[in-house]
């Protein structure tokens, strides 16, 4: 198990942070993402594996006016 956004969601083999992000249907262009506060590149999405009992904050950011 893993918390995403403090909620916690089932961890399997090969879960990587662009997997999780696919399996959770974020649709946000501009995402910040932390794995045990620490910050991902994007560079990294694909090959970064999470562990069970990882603590993953998937933050989008907005643009206001």
């Given amino acids: ?6 909620r916690e969601y089932p961890w ?3 879960l990587t942070v662009q997997r ?3 399996e959770k249907t ?3 262009k501009q995402l ?3 794995v045990n ?3 991902i590149p994007e560079d990294q999405y694909q090959s970064l594996l999470i562990n069970d009992g990882d ?3 998937v933050i989008h950011l907005m643009a206001g006016g």
């Fill in 1 to 6: 198990m893993i918390k995403v956004n403090t």
């Fill in 12 to 14: 399997h083999e090969g």
């Fill in 20 to 22: 999780l992000l696919d």
């Fill in 26 to 28: 974020y649709t946000f």
């Fill in 32 to 34: 910040v993402v932390k």
């Fill in 37 to 39: 506060d620490i910050f």
């Fill in 55 to 57: 603590n993953v904050m």
